[in-house]
């Protein structure tokens, strides 16, 4: 009990972009692996290695400010567009419930079957934090609700249903997965609801449609992402399209949460230069469209940037939308490589080990605006209330494949160009 009070306050104090979960109700267990059907049979869950699926992902940092893919939910298949969330787990859609708060047109909601996951399923449990452990009878319906820093919250039933997922191998399986039927949805203050059906949950965590993926022996619980600089990028589960080599590997610090990828310590370096900035422990959140420090990290590296901008053409410019920090020449600014060179590389130094470092160039950390004037990609996590987390959100991640390899508790990342599918 004392273990997962602690977890709930880790929980809220992260709040931060695309995170997690409260309440439900559950206990006993549910045995997924006996729902599989592969064409009919079903497949051990043994030592094979698994297969694995890659999906073309649509967005951008800026302006869209999500990445996102579509899947395939239900027999016959209903398509959905979901953002691609390493922060969270549970992975749910708009549902025709009736709805609060759903955004997409009546025939774009999931419509429940009788399909409702039973609140005695481990599953459910899963998705609950422990603020509500009853469980009137064990076949009642698993209610939860998540909480988002950015987005809000939602409140749905967990429900399962066939996932139709084509594999590189050319295998097409229907796996039965759980997932939430989000009935009622809660944006926060000024922003607006997200765009898409629902939220794609890829985190650590039990829920997580990997780990359910895991548990029927049709993928490793391996993913990762690459997402353009420019537009889109892919999606993959498994790990057979990694490259035997040339990947730089961090381990995931244990024991920190059960969803986040938290990874550290790191130090980080201006120009190639320690900064003094030692000891961040980093959370790699996909949900997040840029990046968060702690506040007094934040100052350091602003004052680090606004020292070296001084004597060089660039002048403050007007905040755009999420962005306070922004610049401009005396001509609107027509791509970030004109004003690179008026910028220092960043490098986060993961000082657990020789040479495992994320370079971070200028256009990994700005962002060119509509407008013509570059802002800072990042931001003051402390103003989000979170004061012991750095999260590297994807503005950091573009153009390499970021990879979440929960088999071997790493997390790795190369520089590709992400505009091109791999070959499987
Ligand atoms: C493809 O991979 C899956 C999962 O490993 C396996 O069950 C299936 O038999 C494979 N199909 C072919 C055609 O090899
Ligand atoms: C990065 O960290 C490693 C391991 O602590 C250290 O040996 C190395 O000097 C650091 N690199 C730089 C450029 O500071």
Same mark, same amino acid.
């Given at each position: 009990?004392e273990?997962?009070?602690?977890?709930?306050?880790?929980?809220?104090?992260?709040?931060?972009l695309?995170?997690?979960v409260i309440?439900a109700?559950?206990q006993?267990?549910?045995?997924?692996?006996?729902?599989?059907?592969?064409?009919?049979?079903?497949?051990?869950p043994?030592?094979?290695?698994?297969g @694995?699926?890659?999906?073309?992902?649509?967005?951008?940092v800026?302006?869209? /400010?999500? *990445?996102?893919?579509?899947?395939?939910?239900?027999?016959?298949?209903?398509?959905f567009d $979901?953002?691609?969330?390493?922060?969270?787990?549970l992975?749910?859609?708009?549902?025709?419930?009736?709805?609060?708060?759903?955004?997409?047109?009546?025939?774009? +909601?999931?419509?429940?079957?009788n399909?409702?996951?039973?609140?005695?399923?481990?599953l459910?449990?899963?998705?609950?934090?422990?603020?509500?452990?009853?469980c009137d009878?064990?076949?009642?319906?698993c209610?939860?609700?998540?909480q988002?820093?950015?987005?809000?919250?939602?409140?749905g039933? +967990? $429900?399962?249903?066939y996932?139709p997922?084509?594999?590189?191998? @050319?295998?097409?399986?229907q796996?039965?997965?759980?997932?939430?039927?989000? *009935?009622?949805?809660?944006? +926060?203050g000024?922003?607006s609801?997200?765009?898409?059906?629902?939220?794609?949950?890829?985190?650590?965590?039990?829920?997580?449609? +990997?780990?359910?993926?895991?548990?029927?022996?049709?993928?490793?619980?391996?993913?990762?992402?690459?997402?353009s600089?420019?537009?889109?990028?892919?999606?993959?589960?498994?790990?057979?399209?990694?490259?035997?080599?040339g990947?730089?590997?961090?381990?995931?610090l244990?024991?920190?949460s059960?969803?986040?990828y938290?990874?550290?310590?790191?130090?980080?370096?201006? /120009?190639?230069?320690?900064?003094?900035?030692?000891a961040?422990?980093l959370?790699f959140?996909?949900g997040s469209?840029?990046?968060?420090?702690?506040?007094?990290?934040?100052k350091?590296?602003?004052?680090?940037?606004?020292?070296?901008?001084?004597g060089?053409?660039?002048?403050?410019?007007?905040?755009e939308?999420?962005?306070?920090?922004?610049?401009?020449?005396?001509?609107?600014i027509?791509?970030?490589?004109?004003?690179?060179?008026?910028?220092?590389?960043?490098?986060i130094?993961?000082?657990?080990?020789?040479?495992?470092?994320?370079q971070?160039?200028?256009?990994?950390?700005?962002?060119?605006?509509?407008?013509g004037?570059?802002?800072?990609?990042?931001?003051?996590?402390?103003?989000?209330?979170?004061?012991?987390?750095?999260?590297?959100?994807d503005i950091?991640?573009?153009d390499?494949?970021v990879v979440?390899?929960?088999?071997r508790?790493?997390?790795?990342?190369?520089?590709?160009?992400?505009?091109?599918?791999?070959?499987?």
């Open positions: 009990m273990k997962k009070g602690k977890r709930i306050v880790s929980l809220v104090m992260m709040m931060l695309f995170f997690i309440a109700n559950f006993g267990c549910f045995s997924a692996a006996s729902q599989t059907t592969i064409k009919g049979k079903s497949i051990t043994a030592n094979d290695r698994g @694995s699926a890659v999906f073309p992902v649509t967005g951008n800026y302006p869209a /400010g999500h *990445y996102s893919v579509i899947l395939n939910i239900g027999n016959p298949p209903k398509a $979901l953002d691609i969330d390493t922060g969270s787990d992975t749910w859609v708009q549902c025709d419930a009736p709805c609060t708060g759903c955004t997409k047109p009546s025939d774009k +909601l999931y419509n429940p079957k399909n409702r996951v039973p609140c005695s399923s481990s459910c449990q899963a998705v609950s934090t422990g603020q509500n452990y009853n009878t064990p076949a009642d319906q209610d939860y609700e998540v988002y820093a950015d987005l809000g919250s939602s409140l039933v +967990l $429900l399962s249903d996932f997922l084509r594999l590189t191998n @050319s295998s097409l399986l796996p039965r997965i759980a997932f939430g039927c989000g *009935y009622d949805q809660k944006y +926060l000024p922003h609801p997200p765009d898409t059906a629902g939220i794609l949950g890829l985190g650590r965590g039990k829920a997580s449609i +990997l780990s359910q993926l895991r548990t029927l022996g049709i993928t490793k619980n391996v993913v990762g992402h690459c997402f600089r420019v537009e889109g990028g892919y999606l993959f589960f498994g790990d057979r399209l990694l490259p035997p080599s990947i730089t590997w961090t381990p995931m244990r024991g920190s059960d969803t986040l938290s990874s550290g310590p790191a130090e980080l370096l201006f /120009g190639g230069k320690p900064t003094g900035i030692r961040l422990k959370i959140d996909s469209s840029y990046t968060y420090f702690n506040a007094q990290v934040y350091s590296i602003l004052d680090l940037v606004r020292k070296d901008l001084s060089k053409p660039l002048k403050d410019a007007p905040k939308k999420a962005l306070p920090v922004c610049w401009k020449t005396a001509k609107p027509k791509s970030i490589f004109d004003v690179k060179s008026f910028f220092k590389p960043l490098t130094n993961f000082t657990n080990a020789k040479n495992v470092k994320l971070l160039a200028p256009e990994d950390y700005l962002i060119l605006t509509k407008d004037n570059v802002c800072l990609g990042i931001l003051n996590g402390g103003e989000q209330g979170l004061e012991n987390f750095n999260v590297i959100g950091f991640m573009q390499r494949v979440y390899d929960n088999e508790q790493q997390i790795g990342w190369f520089s590709t160009n992400c505009n091109r599918l791999p070959k499987s």
